[in-house]
């Protein structure tokens, strides 16, 4: 079986993402052939500094050819960074660096040489600055994509938060029918095609108890009327459910995603049931991106205490 590679940008370039990759690689048995697009110097100090034998084969990406039959378990293709030093502060210093490594990835990715992709973390406040609120925004402005959901998955329970990365005070108007629409089309296409069943899909109220002592209430005016919308078009769609309880267990366990008004009303509770056992998931993408559910937490540097696990869940969801 052949299986085509996994294209990793590596992301910030003090983040914990290379002590979670060397040992993700070094311990978890991976078909397919990995592609890593970061700094050689960079991955070599980290390599030294963890005291790991991980090798890897070096891709001369300026001649624009790939030869997937030449691929090795790793292999790298180097973007140079002047500032390579082991542990330092993220700053924007590294902007222009990760955008050479997301172009890079892009261009491979839409040469069809592969269709998956993991980013590292990425600071937000740093590179993607006012100009993107999130990766995913910033991936579907890249390859513009109209319609993406954010998912952040295990094969338990999923969640996808309707609004992104988005401060509480904007949320309410963006909640719209359409989007609503759009995010329940685009989840459920994916998961036909990524796990061959439709899904079970619970969508949460904004207002707490789905009630509001407002005059004009989103939970009646835009979210019910959505539910029946796409009830009639066959989608195995619920709700509005007050948020506070479609998590208990008995509720949960009826539901595939959960797909909730805002960032915190679904990624809090799913990573309090899963912790690190869970990817983010972006969909509606023309490729599968996948990336780790936790930032680059600049604390955890050097100290080789961080937790590999949802790293490898995404190599594995990759992993065919």
């Known amino acids: 079986m052949n299986y085509k590679p996994i294209i990793i940008v590596a992301g910030e370039p003090n983040s914990i993402f290379f002590e979670i990759f060397i040992k993700t690689i070094i311990k978890k048995n991976i078909k397919s052939p990995i592609i890593l697009i970061c700094s050689k110097k960079l991955l070599q100090k980290q390599i030294k500094f963890f005291k790991s034998r991980l090798k890897f084969q070096e891709i001369d990406y300026s001649k624009k050819k790939i030869k997937i039959n030449k691929l090795k ?3 790298l293709i180097d973007i140079k960074y002047d500032q390579d030093k082991l542990f330092e502060k993220i ?3 590294s902007n222009e660096y990760l955008t050479k490594c997301f172009k890079v990835a892009l261009e491979i990715l839409k040469k069809k040489i592969s269709n998956k992709f993991i980013n590292g973390p990425i600071s937000k406040k740093n590179f993607l600055n006012k100009n993107y609120i999130g990766i995913t925004e910033y991936l579907a402005k890249k390859t513009k994509s109209k319609n993406v959901s954010m998912i952040i998955h295990n094969k338990l329970l999923s969640v996808s938060p309707l609004t992104t990365h ?7 108007k963006k909640i719209t029918k359409s989007k609503i629409i759009n995010n329940i089309q685009t989840i459920s296409y994916f998961w ?6 439709k899904p079970k899909i619970a969508i949460t109220g904004l207002n707490p108890h789905c009630e509001s002592i407002d005059i004009y209430n989103e939970d009646e005016k835009v979210i019910k009327p959505s539910v029946k919308f796409l009830q009639k078009k066959n989608y195995h769609v619920s709700g509005p459910y007050p948020a506070d309880t479609i998590f208990l267990k008995n509720n949960r366990n009826k539901f595939d995603v959960i797909v909730g008004m805002y ?5 809090t509770p799913v990573k309090t049931l899963f912790e690190y056992d869970a990817i983010n998931v972006t969909v509606g993408l023309p490729f ?3 990336s ?3 930032g680059p937490n600049e604390q955890m540097l050097g100290k080789n205490t961080s937790n590999p696990l949802s790293l490898y869940r995404c190599l594995q969801f990759l992993d065919f």
Not at 192 to 197: A, G, L, P, Q, S
Request: aromatic share 6%; charged share 30%.
């Open 73 to 75: 378990k790793l292999n």
């Open 91 to 93: 700053t924007n210093n």
């Open 166 to 172: 988005l401060p509480l005070k904007y949320v309410s």
């Open 192 to 197: 036909r095609k990524r796990f061959n069943k």
């Open 263 to 267: 960032h915190d009303q679904v990624l």
């Open 288 to 290: 599968i991106r996948v």
């Open 292 to 294: 780790p559910d936790h």
